[in-house]
T-cell receptor, first 113, second 114 residues
Framework: DGGITQSPKYLFRKEGQNVTLSCEQN?????MYWYRQDPGQGLRLIYYSQIVNDFQKGDIAEGYSVSREKKESFPLTVTSAQKNPTAFYLC????????????FGDGTRLSIL | AQSVTQLGSHVSVSEGALVLLRCNYS??????LFWYVQYPNQGLQLLLK??????LVKGINGFEAEFKKSETSFHLTKPSAHMSDAAEYFCAVTVTDSWGKLQFGAGTQVVVTP
């Protein structure tokens, strides 16, 4: 079955450490997105990519970085510059285009040790 | 820029009763509107969407929503709640030339009581 796979499901970060969250899709979607979810705040967009080798900052990109070297993959790195990284991170993809729904992975929960 | 307001962060309904979740949007251009559902520790699942055409949209699991331009609303309803409807629900909006970026509401947590 086609879908989006996020790994790991749980991740712990030490102070000063960078961590990378994986997101892989086999839906042949052009567009991919990363969101951060905090209780009571809905989802906020971190980065998005419409095509390979191109990506743009979302609303809360500071302290995060991404790459899009392959159509199927859109990893997110949470850097040590992100001072409050504890959250639920969701990856999504779509066919591209403004009226296309986004399909979501099951998320990665990041916590600070 | 567009935005979404969901009225009520928590809603409690009895099993078999009507489910009504309110969503109002702000947009200077015609919007595309979506409702998603999220179960604990999972991603979001699309319930239904409005892009163009018929303003009453039917989705999965017996849910439907009506786009009312004059009221800038896209409320979600289900005639009879089931225990399995207990989840968090998100309304989201995007517009043309926005690269598909969604603006989400804060979410409404639904509790279903026997």
């Amino acid at each position: 079955d086609g879908g989006i796979t996020q790994s790991p499901k749980y991740l712990f970060r030490k102070e000063g450490q960078n961590v990378t969250l994986s997101c892989e899709q086999n839906l042949n979607h052009d567009a991919m997105y990363w969101y951060r979810q905090d209780p009571g705040q809905g989802l906020r967009l971190i980065y998005y990519s419409q095509i390979v080798n191109d990506f743009q900052k979302g609303d809360i990109a500071e302290g995060y970085s991404v790459s899009r070297e392959k159509k199927e993959s859109f990893p997110l790195t949470v850097t040590s510059a992100q001072k409050n990284p504890t959250a639920f991170y969701l990856c999504a993809s779509s066919k591209g285009g403004d009226n296309q729904p986004q399909h979501f992975g099951d998320g990665t929960r990041l916590s600070i040790l | 820029a567009q935005s979404v307001t969901q009225l009520g962060s928590h809603v409690s309904v009895s099993e078999g009763a009507l489910v009504l979740l309110r969503c109002n949007y702000s947009s200077s251009v015609p919007p595309y509107l979506f409702w998603y559902v999220q179960y604990p520790n999972q991603g979001l699942q699309l319930l239904l969407k409005y892009t163009t055409g018929a303003t009453l949209v039917k989705g999965i699991n017996g849910f439907e929503a009506e786009f009312k331009k004059s009221e800038t609303s896209f409320h979600l309803t289900k005639p009879s709640a089931h225990m399995s409807d207990a989840a968090e629900y998100f309304c989201a909006v995007t517009v043309t030339d926005s690269w598909g970026k969604l603006q989400f509401g804060a979410g409404t947590q639904v509790v279903v009581t026997p």
